[in-house]
Antibody, heavy 118, light 108 residues
């Protein structure tokens, strides 16, 4: 079955960077876009962007344009999301999710908690 | 940017029908997806493409979309339906995905 397994929780200091991984299995990795969504504690879902593992093309939400980088390694069916210049309000659970045929976010990873604290 | 507005909360007794709205400018021209998120868990899609239901989602979940409002309907609500629900669309003008503000459903 389709499964996305994300890397473990991270604790970072303000100004640092974090790189979260998302390993896919159960489908052809290059067939579907991979999205990243975050959720701050007690808050709603916030879309960050997507990467097309087939072409390497990507689209970022305007808010994250200058400080997020999404990449993928097709040899190991893994997508990555790196966020730089972390601030305390970047403390959130970060999810990866594959896009289905109707552009829904069909399958989600379990989430990765990133805590930014001095 | 495109904005989707949901009521913060809906409370109802078991067996009743919950209707969760998602308001957006001419949302009827877009495809709407709905996600259920239980505490400590990742979201799960319960309705996609306005009214399609993924396998494994009960028939009690249905969706509609017209004009400026999309609606997720949960019939014969059960305790297990308690969760946060989010609508989501693709905004073609920005090529961004947009989530609604979320609605907490409480079963009394």
């Amino acid at each position: 079955q389709v499964q996305l397994v994300q890397s473990g929780a991270e604790v970072k200091k303000p100004g640092a960077s974090v790189k979260v991984s998302c390993k896919a299995s159960g489908y052809t990795f290059t067939d579907y876009y991979m999205h990243w969504v975050r959720q701050a504690p007690g808050q709603g879902l916030e879309w960050m962007g997507w990467i097309n593992p087939n072409s390497g093309g990507r689209k970022y939400a305007q808010k994250f344009q200058d400080w997020v980088t999404m990449t993928s390694d097709t040899s190991i069916s893994t997508a990555y999301m790196e966020l730089s210049r972390l601030r305390s309000d970047d403390t959130a659970v970060y999810y990866c999710a594959t896009e289905g045929n109707k552009m829904e976010l069909q399958v989600w990873g379990q989430g990765t908690m990133v805590t930014v604290s001095s | 940017s495109y904005v989707l507005t949901q009521p913060p909360s809906v409370s109802l007794a078991p067996g009743k029908t919950a209707r969760i709205t998602c308001g957006g400018n001419n949302i009827g021209s877009k495809s709407v997806h709905w996600y259920q998120q239980k505490p400590g868990q990742a979201p799960v899609v319960v309705i996609y493409y306005d009214s399609d239901r993924p396998s494994g989602i009960p028939e009690r979940f249905s969706g509609s979309n017209s004009g400026n409002t999309a609606t997720l309907t949960i019939s014969r609500v059960e305790a297990g339906d308690e969760a946060d629900y989010y609508c989501q669309v693709w905004d073609s003008s920005s090529d961004h995905r947009v989530f609604g503000t979320g609605t907490k459903v409480t079963v009394l």
